[in-house]
């Protein structure tokens, strides 16, 4: 058919072609127009989930979705914020690995979406999103695009963030396709990729499409690192105080690690992403370490002679601003991307699949255990004392707060109870950015991979309560806990509402100081004065909460008996629950976990800069 359709004839022809596909009967070759044709790629490449902010820069492509979803061949989520989409998708597929697809229309809509992209691009995660934009034939401005007399400029700037395309030629889809599977299915790096549909390329009419042209993913597996792995071997026969340094590239190597840390004698610590990549209990897991980590972990980091990064990209919060080995004479470094496997200086880099090359490399070690008693005692010594140092924080659960005017309870104290709850039941936790998500990751004891989401690679306020989206969507649903602060719930409160629509089914923890606390401690650390970053009116969230049909309000109180009967009470609720819990902030030593390394922000940098220049590392 060589001319388009009108619309009723269109429509009965697309719901033709889903009832086709539904029974593996679709033909070869079709009349369509280019957005049916873009959402039957996606479907061939396992994406059947969307998450919409739909506008008039998507409206084709919402009315292929439309009839798409009546046939059971896509679930569509219409959601009130481009920003909750993106987190939505990014959880979802970093939880379950389903993939997902966020739609926006042009201008803003695209901007937002762009910026909370930030979050899957840091943290590896592969995501589709699906952008309006300016018409190709440049009759003018198209109201929200870039006002500015040049052309592609929103693609200039997705194109920065990561890889992008526009469909600014139809027939151009399989190779969009193509490079999009590549992108978001990306063995060792995936992340998102940005399709730019221009207004008037949406609807084109494709006449006697050939679906064979549309691309399947092709599952890529990498070997082990082709190195010296006999020099990686003596170095650590060498080394007297070996750390291994995991982050999130290799925290699915739990094996492969316990047997590196039995051969060679050393000790593990971990990035915030990374927990649970070897039970928190091992004798020989030192915990987080970085700028903010651990008595152990940071104690490890200071005195080791030899690191073995595995899978990190040495951020500067994991790395202490590059100066957190100062005693670290050698690097052995283990990533499948080159430039993060060269960071260091005296590198031997071993570039390969994180997981192979370990098992070459504990294979050249042999079998005999390294007996570095002195080096295991000494860290063995500061996991007890950072032990005993968090116990305190248990046993006084409860401080006097001025904001507050009474007794209310600590961040540590809410998180340590919480998420006891959370791994009784077996949920998934999901922190938020801040002083939540920094105490969060000093606090949980995981005991293997995928019981918490630490969204340290953006930072990305509001990530976690938008990532309960994922429980109620996912083709297996989930039960979920997102703790988070103020400042970050009120960066994307959507979810009360786009949560009870789509069926979410968890809970937020909502941790009430009345400020961005993580930031305030930031400014009374470097300056001795905290400067706007905090509100002295009192908000009423279990107010808001319960103006939500559907979602179940309650006060999590200010002792730990409170706390715990409202989490019992979540629960049992099929839906959604807010717990609000006031707590503490100010200047006792209990009421947080501490700063343990160093940072180059502020009025620190000198110094920083300083020492890393020194280490040369």
């Not at 992008?164 to 790096?189: C, E, K, M």
């Not at 903010?292 to 073995?308: R, T, V």
């Not at 570095?372 to 005692?377: D, G, K, R, S």
Request: charged share 15%; net charge negative; aromatic share 8%.
């Amino acid at each position: 058919m060589d001319k388009k359709p009108s619309h009723p004839e269109l429509t009965r022809q697309r719901r033709e072609h889903a009832a086709a596909l539904s029974q593996s009967c679709l033909s070869p070759r079709l009349d369509l127009t280019l957005s049916e044709a873009l959402v039957l790629g996606l479907l061939r490449q396992g994406v059947k989930t969307y998450f919409t902010v739909l506008g008039h820069g998507s409206t084709e492509v919402g009315e292929v979705l439309r009839v798409y979803q009546e046939a059971g061949q896509v679930k569509v989520y219409g959601v009130r914020s481009e920003i909750e989409a993106s987190h939505a998708s990014a959880a979802l597929r970093w939880v379950t690995s389903e993939k997902a697809a966020v739609v926006t229309s042009i201008g803003p809509g695209a901007l937002q979406a762009l910026a909370a992209s930030l979050a899957p691009a840091s943290d590896g995660l592969g995501v589709w999103y699906l952008f309006g934009d300016e018409t190709t034939e440049d009759e003018g401005f198209n109201m929200q695009q870039v006002s500015k007399h040049e052309q592609g400029l929103f693609l200039q700037l997705a194109a920065t963030l990561g890889r992008a395309y526009s469909l600014h030629t139809p027939l151009a889809l399989a190779t969009a396709l193509q490079r999009g599977a590549v992108t978001v299915d990306h063995p060792t790096r995936p992340g998102p990729y940005y399709l730019f549909l221009p207004l008037n390329t949406q609807a084109s009419w494709l006449s006697d499409f050939n679906l064979d042209e549309l691309p399947e993913v092709q599952p890529l597996v990498l070997g082990a690192a082709a190195g010296d792995y006999a020099c990686a071997a003596q170095w650590i026969r060498e080394a007297e105080r070996a750390l291994v340094k995991v982050g999130g590239g290799g925290q699915d190597a739990g094996p492969e690690l316990t047997v590196l840390l039995e051969r060679t004698g050393g000790v593990l610590v971990h990035t915030p992403i990374a927990t649970g990549c070897i039970p928190y209990a091992h004798p020989q897991n030192m915990t987080v370490g970085g700028s903010k980590g651990s008595l152990c972990g940071n104690y490890a980091m200071e005195n080791a002679d030899l690191l073995i990064a595995v899978g990190t990209r040495a951020v500067c919060q994991s790395d202490c601003s590059r100066t957190g080995y100062p005693n670290v004479k050698r690097v052995i470094n283990i990533n499948a991307d080159v430039d993060d496997a060269t960071h260091y200086r005296h590198t031997l880099a071993l570039v390969g699949d994180v997981r192979r090359t370990l098992g070459r490399l504990n294979e050249a070690l042999g079998s005999e255990k390294r007996d570095q008693a002195l080096w295991l005692n000494a860290c063995a010594e500061k996991k007890m004392a950072w032990q005993s140092f968090k116990h305190q924080r248990v046993l006084n659960p409860i401080l006097h707060d001025e904001y507050w005017g009474g007794p209310v309870l600590t961040q540590p104290a809410a998180i340590q109870i919480a998420t006891d709850w959370a791994k009784a039941r077996r949920a998934v936790c999901f922190f938020d950015a801040g002083d939540v998500q920094a105490n969060g990751f000093q606090v949980v004891e995981d005991e293997h991979p995928g019981q918490t989401f630490t969204e340290t690679g953006a930072s990305y306020m509001g990530f976690a309560v938008s990532a309960l989206l994922a429980t109620g969507v996912a083709s297996k649903p989930f039960y979920a806990l997102a703790l988070t602060g103020d400042g970050s719930f009120t960066m994307n409160p959507q979810i009360l509402i786009d949560g009870t629509e789509h069926g979410a089914c968890g809970c937020i923890l909502l941790l009430d100081n009345g400020r961005m606390g993580a930031i305030t401690g930031l400014q009374n650390d470097q300056y001795g004065q905290g400067f706007a970053t905090w509100n002295t009116i009192r908000i009423n969230y279990l107010a808001w909460t319960r103006a939500v049909p559907g979602l179940l309000a309650l006060d999590g109180g200010r002792t730990p008996e409170m706390l715990m009967a409202a989490l019992e009470l979540a629960g049992k609720h099929t839906g959604l629950t807010l717990i609000h819990v006031p707590v503490y902030f100010g200047p006792n030593s209990l009421g947080g976990m501490g700063v343990y390394g160093r940072w180059n922000v502020g009025n620190w940098c000198e110094d920083v800069q300083n020492m890393r220049h020194t280490i040369g590392l």
